[in-house]
């Protein structure tokens, strides 16, 4: 199965020299980058009012008119600034998806997952495939949510921080990659499985003999 776009040779190379001796490469493909997803257009929107009121709370701060910063009365008002610059940031959010997206790239091979994210790579385990959800799109796209991380945002209240494959084309037949995955054990993973049973054979042999 070909990419749905050619993968940036910088992104390949990474992903190249990730690779253990053996490790083969069976689906690779970057997510399709869009401006507007479910997370960007959350944040798009929850700017709105938050910078509105930022905005608000300053010029009410300078008594409704333009200060003139000579009393610390005056400089009251640019606590509001701060704020109003993390609204500028959430509105800026889904053009930082955009370009986050073609920085991206996920991987399937036949020991493991990989996403990379520009210079941040992250590996999933067989072991790690068991619990995939899947969340398809009206045009066809999907994200396969593979890990979900606990999160606390500024105000300390928590929010589950998702991993995955996201805005993929044929989520379907990806997932069932995964799923097949999930149910393979490692090479190395069957060695110590091995031993594990044979370990404890040993140690049934000596009780064997006393009941003997």
């Not at 749905?4 to 040779?9: D, L």
């Not at 009251?76 to 790239?105: D, E, S």
């Amino acid at each position: 199965m070909h990419p749905s776009r050619p993968i940036p040779r910088d992104l390949q190379s990474r992903i190249d020299l990730e690779l253990e001796p053996g490790e083969r490469i069976q689906w690779m493909d970057m997510p399709i980058p869009r401006y507007f997803t479910p997370n960007s257009t959350k944040a798009f929107i929850f700017a709105i009012p938050w910078t509105a009121f930022a905005l608000f709370w300053t010029y009410a701060a300078a008594g409704f008119e333009m200060p003139d910063l000579s009393s610390f009365e005056d400089l009251f008002c640019l606590f509001g600034v701060p704020f109003i610059l993390i609204g500028i940031l959430m509105f800026g959010t889904p053009l930082w998806t955009y370009h986050q997206a073609l920085k991206t790239v996920y991987v399937i091979t036949d020991r493991r997952a990989i996403i990379l994210v520009a210079a941040k790579l992250s590996s999933y385990p067989p072991e790690a495939l068991a619990d995939l959800t899947l969340h398809e799109h009206q045009d066809g796209t999907g994200d396969i949510i593979i890990a979900r991380e606990e999160s606390f945002d500024s105000d300390g209240d928590s929010y589950l921080k998702e991993f995955g494959f996201f805005q993929i084309p044929s989520p379907h037949e990806i997932k069932a990659r995964l799923d097949e995955l999930a149910q393979t054990l490692t090479q190395h993973e069957q060695h110590q499985l091995a031993d594990i049973n044979w370990a404890l054979e040993q140690q049934d042999e000596p009780s064997e003999h006393l009941q003997a």
